[in-house]
Protein backbone atom coordinates (compact mmCIF):
# COMPACT_ATOMS: atom_id res chain seq x y z
CA UNK A 1 0.00 0.00 0.00
CA UNK A 2 2.63 3.03 1.17
CA UNK A 3 6.21 2.31 0.56
CA UNK A 4 7.75 0.34 3.67
CA UNK A 5 4.28 -0.22 5.37
CA UNK A 6 4.11 3.18 6.93
CA UNK A 7 0.88 4.99 7.48
CA UNK A 8 1.28 8.77 5.80
CA UNK A 9 -1.33 10.89 7.63
CA UNK A 10 -3.70 13.76 5.21
CA UNK A 11 -0.91 15.82 3.34
CA UNK A 12 -2.11 19.38 4.56
CA UNK A 13 -0.57 22.68 3.36
CA UNK A 14 -0.09 25.45 5.52
CA UNK A 15 0.76 28.86 4.67
CA UNK A 16 3.76 29.40 6.91
CA UNK A 17 3.61 33.33 6.55
CA UNK A 18 0.14 33.09 8.26
CA UNK A 19 0.83 32.22 12.28
CA UNK A 20 -2.98 31.53 13.14
CA UNK A 21 -3.10 28.69 11.06
CA UNK A 22 -0.69 26.98 13.34
CA UNK A 23 -2.09 28.28 17.07
CA UNK A 24 -5.04 26.32 17.80
CA UNK A 25 -6.19 28.96 21.20
CA UNK A 26 -6.37 31.92 17.96
CA UNK A 27 -8.66 29.57 16.01
CA UNK A 28 -10.44 29.21 19.17
CA UNK A 29 -10.48 32.89 20.27
CA UNK A 30 -11.40 34.48 16.74
CA UNK A 31 -14.78 36.05 16.71
CA UNK A 32 -16.93 37.99 14.28
CA UNK A 33 -16.46 41.81 15.71
CA UNK A 34 -19.85 42.37 13.50
CA UNK A 35 -21.40 40.12 15.99
CA UNK A 36 -24.26 41.96 17.46
CA UNK A 37 -23.85 40.21 20.65
CA UNK A 38 -20.32 41.43 20.99
CA UNK A 39 -21.49 45.38 20.43
CA UNK A 40 -20.11 47.23 23.03
CA UNK A 41 -23.93 48.38 23.86
CA UNK A 42 -25.71 45.09 24.16
CA UNK A 43 -22.58 43.41 26.77
CA UNK A 44 -23.51 47.12 28.60
CA UNK A 45 -27.35 45.93 28.35
CA UNK A 46 -26.68 42.45 29.30
CA UNK A 47 -24.45 43.07 32.18
CA UNK A 48 -27.34 45.79 33.56
CA UNK A 49 -30.14 42.60 33.10
CA UNK A 50 -27.70 40.61 35.29
CA UNK A 51 -27.05 43.25 38.11
CA UNK A 52 -30.68 43.54 38.49
CA UNK A 53 -31.41 40.32 37.99
CA UNK A 54 -28.87 39.92 40.94
CA UNK A 55 -30.46 42.57 43.34
CA UNK A 56 -33.62 41.05 42.48
CA UNK A 57 -32.66 37.60 43.89
CA UNK A 58 -30.57 38.96 46.89
CA UNK A 59 -33.74 41.30 48.26
CA UNK A 60 -35.84 37.83 48.18
CA UNK A 61 -33.20 35.93 49.85
CA UNK A 62 -33.60 38.75 52.65
CA UNK A 63 -37.18 38.21 52.59
CA UNK A 64 -36.96 34.88 53.02
CA UNK A 65 -34.49 35.24 55.71
CA UNK A 66 -36.72 37.20 57.32
CA UNK A 67 -39.27 34.88 57.58
CA UNK A 68 -37.41 32.21 58.58
CA UNK A 69 -36.40 34.19 61.34
CA UNK A 70 -40.11 35.34 62.66
CA UNK A 71 -41.05 31.72 62.05
CA UNK A 72 -38.25 30.28 63.93
CA UNK A 73 -39.20 32.89 66.64
CA UNK A 74 -42.91 32.07 66.45
CA UNK A 75 -42.20 28.14 66.95
CA UNK A 76 -40.19 29.25 70.02
CA UNK A 77 -43.07 30.95 71.62
CA UNK A 78 -45.56 27.98 70.92
CA UNK A 79 -42.97 25.74 72.24
CA UNK A 80 -42.67 27.87 75.58
CA UNK A 81 -46.88 28.09 76.00
CA UNK A 82 -46.78 24.54 75.31
CA UNK A 83 -44.20 23.89 78.24
CA UNK A 84 -46.30 25.94 80.20
CA UNK A 85 -49.53 24.26 79.78
CA UNK A 86 -47.61 21.00 80.44
CA UNK A 87 -46.74 21.91 83.70
CA UNK A 88 -49.65 23.35 84.75
CA UNK A 89 -51.65 20.39 84.36
CA UNK A 90 -49.11 18.42 85.28
CA UNK A 91 -49.18 15.68 81.93
CA UNK A 92 -46.97 15.59 78.90
CA UNK A 93 -48.90 16.85 75.59
CA UNK A 94 -48.04 14.77 72.87
CA UNK A 95 -50.54 14.86 69.96
CA UNK A 96 -50.56 11.58 68.93
CA UNK A 97 -52.56 10.70 72.11
CA UNK A 98 -56.01 10.25 70.40
CA UNK A 99 -57.29 12.71 72.94
CA UNK A 100 -56.54 15.77 71.05
Same mark, same amino acid.
Do not use: S
Given at each position: ????? =????? /????? =?? /? =???? %?? $?????? $??? $?????????? &???? @??? +?????? /? &? #? +??????? %?? @???? #?????? @?? #????? &??? *???? *?????? &? $?
Amino acid at each position: MYPYG =YYQGP /QVQYD =YN /Q =YDQL %DP $YAQQNQ $YDP $YDPDRQPQQL &ERRV @NQL +ERQNER /Q &E #R +EINQLQR %DV @NQLQ #RRLQRV @NQ #RLRQV &ERR *FNFP *FTPFDG &E $Y
